[in-house]
């Protein structure tokens, strides 16, 4: 057998395979050890092991077998699959309105390329419109690579960068603006351009897939359309973030950009709202909003950009035991301010208050979040908190270890003044810290509750 019909598999897989006459894209039926699996031969990523045989089920799902547990294979034929995207051109209607796509890096639609394993996105107008043509009844979308750089690596440089190409579309007239960004760190990009660009009079909404386009199982197309939606149609000219609401296909939600946070590694409906109730619900016939208190889109161009960012400022997640050289060392390294998320209503132990006396001494503004991430810093309730707040530990309301983070950073790109900084940080420009929490907004779906099972029963039948 030819080896270029092997791709990728060598070793035990690639003898099964020799032995048995099958091949790369062979239509085969696998009798092994453990079940008998009907399928498509993929190709193995370059760096994958030697040991197993990848089949995709007619399902769209793949799994792995493993090569030695192989017994027969019998070939049903051959059926090679393209997985170049289409791509069509996207039609300009002057009815529409006109939404910009920014792109940072994260996969809304793509390919796989099955050689070296990795979600090759699609991009340009003519790719997304051949993947999701849904978006051309919606409006008139032209995109731009921004960069191409997974979530984790989004910092400071893109921030400004994505900043000021928000502002420069925001200028030329668009009616929305939409970005393309991993799930992963899409809640800081939120909260860090909710600060840095202010008053927008058109919606700027970030959108991200938790599964890529080629898993049956995607939210790459739903979330893609409504994003857009609320770009080109929304009335709300805020930073938004466009994913997934319940576990079901059935609708999108709208979260503030600083009230919004990732929740769970997996579940396409990982972005909850903390701390309040999400802006609005979206799916392709409408938008319903959920609260009235918003900015509402207007039909002027200004927008307020001011992309300051201090790097020296970190998170200190506090946990018992900490050490006070855990201060010290942070501060010695010449950081400028800290945020604490602290225990309970915002707490530290008593070993620790030399260090952090000796940090704000050497001028590092610190400010205390709640590892609860629901409720508020309340450090007068306690000895502990009164007595942290007389070392110059700054209590932050509500507002979330993350959001927190990001607005000291803008902040001290500002200003070192300490009576500013406070100033700056305990005024809200985008609700990252609220007056009140929603009574009907904390709620956990225990498993198994029978009160939350009835519930749920009474909604999805």
Request: glycine share 10%.
């Given at each position: 057998m030819a080896e270029k019909t092997l791709q990728g598999y060598r070793g035990i897989g690639a003898e099964v395979l020799r032995r048995h006459g099958a091949s790369v894209w062979s239509e085969v039926e696998i009798e092994s050890s453990k079940g008998s699996f009907r399928g498509i031969i993929l190709p193995r990523s370059e760096t994958s092991d030697d040991r197993h045989i990848v089949l995709k089920l007619s399902s769209g799902y793949n799994i792995g077998i493993t090569a030695d547990s192989v017994v027969g294979i019998t070939i049903q034929g051959r059926r090679e699959a393209h997985y170049k995207i289409p791509?069509?051109?996207?039609?300009?209607d002057p009815a529409k309105p006109n939404v910009i796509l920014l792109g940072t890096g994260g996969t809304i639609a793509s390919r796989l390329d099955y050689r070296s394993g990795a979600v090759i996105p699609a991009f340009s107008p003519g790719e997304l419109y051949g993947s999701v043509p849904e978006l051309a009844d919606i409006c008139n979308l032209t995109t731009e690579k921004l960069f191409g750089v997974f979530s984790e690596n989004m910092g400071p440089e893109q921030y400004k960068v994505l900043?000021?190409?928000?502002?420069?579309?925001?200028?030329?007239?668009?009616?929305?603006?939409?970005?393309?960004?991993?799930?992963d760190t899409m809640h800081h990009t939120s909260a860090v351009l909710s600060f840095m660009v202010q008053g927008s009079p058109v919606p700027i909404v970030m959108v991200g897939s938790q599964r890529s386009s080629d898993r049956p199982s995607s939210d790459a197309a739903i979330n893609l359309i409504n994003a857009v939606k609320a770009a080109?149609?929304?009335?709300?000219?805020?930073?938004?973030?466009?994913?997934?609401g319940p576990t079901s296909d059935e609708y999108c939600l709208l979260h503030r950009?600083?009230?919004?946070?990732?929740?769970?590694?997996?579940?396409?409906?990982t972005f909850r709202t903390i701390g309040d109730t999400p802006l609005a619900m979206i799916d392709p016939k409408r938008i319903r909003a959920l609260r009235s208190e918003y900015h509402r889109r207007r039909t002027d161009r200004q927008v307020k950009i001011n992309t300051a960012f201090e790097e020296k400022v970190t998170i200190l997640y506090y946990y018992p035991n900490m050490l006070p050289d855990m201060v010290d060392a942070i501060v010695e390294k010449g950081y400028r301010g800290i945020i604490i998320a602290g225990t309970g209503l915002g707490h530290v132990n008593?070993?620790?208050y030399p260090a952090l006396e000796r940090a704000t001494a050497a001028g590092v503004h610190i400010y205390m979040t709640v590892q609860t991430l629901w409720g508020y810093t309340q450090m007068y309730v306690y000895e502990t908190g009164r007595e942290i707040m007389k070392l110059?530990?700054?209590?932050?309301?509500?507002?979330?270890?993350?959001?927190?983070?990001?607005?000291?950073c803008w902040t001290l790109g500002q200003t070192d003044d300490r009576d500013e900084v406070a100033r700056i940080m305990l005024t809200p420009i985008c609700d990252e810290t609220t007056d009140r929490e929603p009574y009907n907004g904390y709620l956990i779906y225990q498993g198994a509750i029978p009160e939350i099972q009835k519930f749920l029963r009474s909604v999805h039948r």
């Open positions: 791509e069509k051109q996207f039609p300009v900043a000021n190409r928000i502002g420069e579309a925001i200028a030329n007239g668009v009616h929305g603006v939409v970005i393309g960004h991993g799930t080109a149609e929304g009335d709300i000219a805020e930073v938004l973030v466009c994913m997934f950009g600083t009230r919004v946070r990732k929740m769970h590694s997996s579940y396409r409906s008593k070993p620790l110059g530990v700054v209590p932050a309301a509500n507002m979330l270890p993350e959001v927190a983070y990001m607005k000291l």
